[in-house]
Each structure stands twice: as C-alpha cells, then as structure tokens.
C-alpha cells in the first residue's frame, strides 16, 4: 500500500481530517473546560463574598446604634478598623479574631464604611492602592489597583439596632490567587493541546493506514480478479480468433472441416457463455450480499428435501456417464424448510455434486446428506476423490483457484464454482467448510439456519 500514490495520498488526506476535526474538538473541549473552572471558581469566590459580607453585616448591625457613627466596640470585629483622617496603628489586633477578621488579617479582603450620603467613614484590612473613596451604589463590582490587580465587592445597606439607615458597608477581595491558579490551568492547556494533537496526528495516521488495509485488499482482490477474468476470456478468444483464421486460410473448406471448425467455435462459445454467466451471477451475488441486511431482497420458503432429490436424480445421468455411484440421504422425518433463493441454492448443492464428480476416479462414490442439526440444515456432500492437500485447502473457494488445473480444463471448467458456492452460501446466512484428505476425499459441509414457523 505504500508504494500506492493513490491510497497514499487517500490514507494522508484521511490522517489529515481525523487529525483536523480531532484538533478541533479538543481545542473547543479545552476552550470550554477552561471557562467552566473558571466560572465554578469564579462563582465559588462570590459565595465565599457574599458569605463574609453577610457575617460581617449581621454582626455590626447588632454593634451600630446612631447613624452614620463609629462605635468604639467596632473594634472587636474590625481590629484593624482604621477612621478616614486619622492615623492607624497596626498593632489593633483582637488576640482571638473571628473568621470574618482573619480573613480581612491575612488580607484577602478588605471592608469599607459609608454614611448614608456616600462619605467614606473609615476602612479595614488590606486596602488597595489607587481607588477611589467615592461610594458606588451598584451592588457587585469589579476594580482594578494600580499595579493591574483584579478585586470584586459587594456592598450591603447597614441599619441600626432600632432599625434606621445607618449608611453602607463594602466588602472586597483579592483575585490575585485565582488569577494565579487560571494563569496555570491555561499553561497547562497550551502545553496539552499541542502534545495532544502530536499524538492524535500520530495516531490518525496509524489509524488512517488501519482503515485503508480492507480497502486496499479490496482493490488488490479486484484487480487480480480483473487480470484473472480477462486471461479467462482471452483463452476462449483466441481459440475462437485461431479457428476462424484457420479456416479463412484454406481456399476450399469441405463439410468435414466445416463441421469441425464450427464445432469448435461452438465449442469455444459455450466455454466463453457459461464464463460471462458465472462471473455475472457473482455480481449479482456480491450485490445481494451488500443489501441483505435492508430487506430488499425477497426470499422464499424452500423445502431442500426436495431440493436434494431433484438434484440427484437430474445428475444421475453424468454420475453413470462418470462411472460414479451417486446416491443421496435423507436423515430427517419432516421436511427441512429454509428461506433463499431456490435458483441460487439449487446452484450452490449441484455445484458441490458436480465437483466431487469430476474429482472421483471412476468406481468411486459421491453421496449428498441432508439432517438437521439443531436449529440449522446440514448438507453434506461427501466423495472418494483425489482429495485437497493441506497448502491448497486456503485457496479452494478463491476465484479462478483450480486444484487440478489441467483436469478442470479439459471438462472446461472456470474455476469459479466453489466461489460461487461460498457466494450463495453467505447470502442466505449460511456457512460452508471443508474436511478433506488427500488421495481419501472430500466432505463440503453447508449449514443454514431453518426456518422458523411463527
């Protein structure tokens, strides 16, 4: 196959569209796994938000009691509270902090005050550079500091304990960390996708090469059966073509050599007839073979038991003429019904007889068996002939393939009847084997399944 330009050139094109819509899949797939971390972090962030801020606003509103007004118990939830215009110490650490203080402590957030006109009143945690005190009323926003780092707030309406507005509270957080742990998963990515597709391309053509191996033993089945047949057809041909020639030579033919040489054109003709009929019935046979499983073909019940006899005692005749005792058995006490084509089956049993008639030394015996076995059909034809050798056995139901060259020429035959029986065989589901010994026989066993009776 390698050395085929054409299914070379169909097995890269084949890599490359494997490899192609493969690349893309996963560039989508890994597009898309991308966004779904980052919205499941990113939502796992605004819960976490939201969380804080909720514990956070609960528990000052059960502190504020005027307002707009700091209460000097803020503290105990805020330790590094720090009042707009005032100097803050750092030291203002509650000794036991909360969740809600930790957290502000190891500064992943940050907390803002507002009254309730929008004055910045004071801030906690690790403040950002670079933003604005100006109060936003929007309740979810993304800013950015000076040195480009991302933070998200949220901001919540505050109350006293008797229930009046006391102004705003925002509660932000750091996205450095999770910026950090998408700027990983994309490396990850870009260095995935391309080992990915590496080997995906590797394997599209590995891949490509399997796929093309039943095609290319295809095209080399035809184009041996191309050579085969047009030998075939050639042979005739030309004995057709020599005896014309012959005859044209001669100025003055009598009726003898008349005779003869129309004979051997009949000759000649039958052979080229039954060729061209047994190549085309293995046509229509591969055609079958493909549309089977679509129903289009419409089968018959058969009864082989009459199938069998009719074949013997319609062979009766070359059987004697050979020499040959043909008899036939049939081990069933009811009729063994099958669905098929009766024409196409009448062809594979005679076929098989018709073999081990050739094939049988004169004295021999040729017998057809017919039983049932289990839910199938068993027909067997069994001869005393020269029998296959093992290297030969292969090769028998191949098109063209003799095993006695010189005898199936001189009886004219093609070398395509067991091809033809295998044929038939496998379009009415059957299966069909061998048993042989060389110089003691042949057994051709064809199995079918019965039909069943509904």
Same mark, same amino acid.
């Given at each position: 196959?390698?050395?085929?330009?054409?299914?070379?050139?169909?097995?890269?094109?084949?890599?490359?569209?494997?490899?192609?819509?493969?690349?893309?899949?996963?560039?989508?797939?890994?597009?898309?796994?991308?966004?779904?971390?980052?919205?499941?972090?990113?939502?796992?962030?605004?819960?976490?938000?939201?969380?804080?801020?909720?514990?956070?606003?609960?528990?000052?509103?059960?502190?504020?009691?005027?307002?707009?007004?700091?209460?000097?118990?803020?503290?105990?939830?805020?330790?590094?509270?720090?009042?707009?215009?005032?100097?803050?110490?750092?030291?203002?650490?509650?000794?036991?902090?909360?969740?809600?203080?930790?957290?502000?402590?190891?500064?992943?957030?940050?907390?803002?005050?507002?009254?309730?006109?929008?004055?910045?009143?004071?801030?906690?945690?690790?403040?950002?550079?670079?933003?604005?005190?100006?109060?936003? +009323?929007?309740? *979810? $926003?993304?800013?950015?500091?000076? #040195? !480009? =780092?991302?933070?998200?707030?949220?901001?919540? %309406?505050?109350?006293?304990?008797?229930?009046?507005?006391?102004?705003?509270?925002?509660?932000?957080?750091?996205?450095?960390?999770?910026?950090?742990?998408?700027?990983?998963?994309?490396?990850?990515?870009?260095?995935?996708?391309?080992?990915?597709?590496?080997?995906?391309?590797?394997?599209?053509?590995?891949?490509?090469?399997?796929?093309?191996?039943?095609?290319?033993?295809?095209?080399?089945?035809?184009?041996?059966?191309?050579?085969?047949?047009?030998?075939?057809?050639?042979?005739?041909?030309?004995?057709?073509?020599?005896?014309?020639?012959?005859?044209?030579?001669?100025?003055?033919?009598?009726?003898?050599?008349?005779?003869?040489?129309?004979?051997?054109?009949?000759?000649?003709?039958?052979?080229?007839?039954?060729?061209?009929?047994?190549?085309?019935?293995?046509? +229509?046979?591969? *055609? $079958?073979?493909?549309?089977?499983? #679509? !129903? =289009?073909?419409?089968?018959?019940?058969?009864? %082989?038991?009459?199938?069998?006899?009719?074949?013997?005692?319609?062979?009766?005749?070359?059987?004697?003429?050979?020499?040959?005792?043909?008899?036939?058995?049939?081990?069933?006490?009811?009729?063994?019904?099958?669905?098929?084509?009766?024409?196409?089956?009448?062809?594979?049993?005679?076929?098989?007889?018709?073999?081990?008639?050739?094939?049988?030394?004169?004295?021999?015996?040729?017998?057809?068996?017919?039983?049932?076995?289990?839910?199938?059909?068993?027909?067997?034809?069994?001869?005393?002939?020269?029998?296959?050798?093992?290297?030969?056995?292969?090769?028998?139901?191949?098109?063209?393939?003799?095993?006695?060259?010189?005898?199936?020429?001189?009886?004219?035959?093609?070398?395509?009847?067991?091809?033809?029986?295998?044929?038939?065989?496998?379009?009415?589901?059957?299966?069909?084997?061998? $048993?042989?010994?060389?110089?003691?026989?042949? =057994?051709?066993?064809?199995?079918?399944?019965?039909?069943?009776?509904?």
């Amino acid at each position: 196959m390698k050395q085929n330009q054409l299914f070379n050139r169909t097995r890269w094109r084949l890599a490359f569209w494997y490899a192609g819509v493969m690349g893309i899949i996963f560039s989508v797939s890994g597009y898309g796994l991308y966004q779904a971390i980052a919205h499941a972090h990113w939502m796992t962030l605004d819960r976490e938000l939201e969380s804080v801020a909720g514990i956070l606003h609960d528990s000052l509103e059960s502190k504020l009691k005027t307002s707009g007004e700091l209460e000097p118990n803020l503290q105990e939830l805020l330790p590094n509270l720090c009042k707009v215009g005032s100097s803050c110490q750092e030291n203002h650490y509650f000794s036991s902090p909360r969740y809600t203080s930790s957290a502000i402590y190891r500064g992943n957030y940050y907390v803002r005050l507002y009254n309730k006109t929008g004055q910045l009143l004071a801030i906690a945690g690790t403040y950002p550079t670079g933003f604005s005190s100006t109060f936003n +009323r929007q309740e *979810w $926003q993304t800013l950015e500091d000076n #040195q !480009g =780092i991302s933070y998200h707030q949220i901001s919540r %309406l505050l109350h006293t304990k008797n229930g009046q507005d006391w102004g705003y509270i925002q509660v932000g957080r750091s996205f450095k960390d999770f910026e950090h742990y998408l700027a990983n998963v994309r490396w990850v990515l870009k260095l995935g996708l391309p080992t990915t597709l590496i080997v995906v391309a590797v394997s599209s053509w590995w891949l490509a090469g399997l796929a093309m191996q039943p095609v290319y033993q295809s095209y080399q089945q035809m184009q041996q059966f191309t050579a085969d047949a047009a030998h075939e057809l050639r042979t005739p041909l030309a004995a057709i073509r020599a005896t014309v020639e012959s005859a044209l030579m001669m100025p003055i033919l009598s009726e003898k050599e008349s005779r003869d040489t129309l004979k051997t054109i009949n000759r000649q003709t039958v052979r080229l007839s039954n060729l061209v009929a047994d190549l085309l019935m293995l046509c +229509r046979l591969d *055609w $079958q073979l493909m549309i089977k499983s #679509q !129903g =289009i073909i419409k089968n018959e019940v058969i009864c %082989l038991n009459d199938l069998v006899s009719d074949i013997v005692e319609e062979l009766a005749s070359l059987a004697i003429s050979s020499q040959i005792n043909l008899s036939h058995e049939i081990r069933a006490d009811h009729p063994l019904e099958i669905k098929g084509n009766e024409d196409q089956l009448y062809r594979l049993v005679s076929n098989l007889v018709v073999n081990g008639i050739q094939y049988t030394l004169a004295g021999g015996q040729v017998k057809l068996i017919l039983e049932q076995s289990k839910n199938y059909a068993l027909i067997q034809v069994q001869d005393t002939g020269i029998g296959i050798n093992l290297q030969e056995q292969k090769h028998i139901f191949d098109r063209f393939y003799r095993v006695n060259k010189s005898r199936c020429r001189d009886q004219g035959g093609s070398g395509l009847g067991l091809s033809i029986v295998r044929a038939i065989a496998l379009v009415h589901q059957g299966t069909i084997s061998v $048993q042989t010994e060389l110089g003691k026989g042949s =057994i051709f066993s064809v199995r079918f399944p019965l039909n069943v009776k509904g």
